[in-house]
């Protein structure tokens, strides 16, 4: 049974809240995966915190309109499920994850920071490491100089003891 109107009303006013605070919309083709496959990768989806809906075509055009994401409207024919995220990289990169094990899985485009994105450049995004290894990739960088010096100056304590 579809949808009433206030129903889809209601649909499109969480597909629009969630996209005004997500920074990156991957669209991909789920024709032919399993149900026990696509309760997987909303497991993992979830885990990311990314958020993963499959909708009407229509009703998510509705939802972007006015948005950043708008580009994307002409992408929005068949089987499609959306995946949002606020990081940069989460929705890309866990659509990604899945569609190397699952070839039903098809990218088929999005935007990040109001750029379109084919299916080359989502694949890009999804190989940036994520903000939490990035951030230790930074704190690695910015600890290295004050650890060098710290042990520069225990191997000059330990030669002064000695001598």
Avoid: C, H, W
């Amino acid at each position: 049974m579809g949808l009433n109107l206030n129903d889809k009303k209601a649909v499109v006013s969480e597909v629009s809240a969630k996209l005004a605070e997500s920074q990156t919309l991957v669209l991909a083709e789920y024709r032919g995966i399993q149900v026990g496959d696509m309760t997987q990768l909303r497991v993992k989806a979830r885990e990311q915190g990314v958020y993963l809906r499959v909708l009407k075509n229509t009703l998510a055009r509705r939802a972007v309109e006015g948005t950043v994401f708008s580009d994307l409207a002409s992408d929005m024919t068949g089987p499609l499920i959306y995946s949002m995220s606020t990081d940069a990289v989460a929705a890309a990169k866990v659509l990604q994850d899945f569609a190397r094990t699952n070839d039903k899985l098809v990218i088929k485009s999005g935007s990040y920071a109001g750029k379109q994105l084919d299916k080359a450049g989502v694949i890009e995004l999804a190989s940036i490491p994520s903000r939490e290894v990035l951030l230790s990739q930074l704190m690695g960088v910015m600890q290295a100089p004050v650890a060098s010096f710290a042990r520069a100056l225990a191997a000059l304590a330990e030669q002064k003891e000695s001598a």
